[in-house]
């Protein structure tokens, strides 16, 4: 579920199996995983994202990814509409 927090878009997610890793490192995650995004724009061409995974049955404790930004120059041009 999504939500304002000011002026950053939290994005909660839970529900998570035990059956695929974290990530592409193949850090295990538990069916206790709690997934936090957190979206601010930082200036018209900047999105900062930060990422926390709580899994008290995988790990020892919370895991919070240093927020890191991103600018539209650096992934290119969006484009709107659907691929085909």
């Given at each position: 579920m999504g939500k304002w927090e000011g002026d950053t878009f939290v994005v909660d997610t839970i529900g998570f199996?035990?059956?695929?890793?974290a990530d592409v490192f193949g850090s295990p995650r538990s069916n206790q995983m709690h997934l936090t995004e957190r979206y601010r724009r930082l200036n018209h061409d900047t999105l900062e994202l930060q990422i926390i995974m709580d899994d008290p049955k995988a790990y020892t404790k919370t895991w919070v990814n240093p927020p890191n930004s991103?600018?539209?120059s650096q992934c290119g041009k969006l484009r709107s509409g659907s691929a085909s």
């Open positions: 199996n035990d059956r695929l890793w991103t600018s539209w």
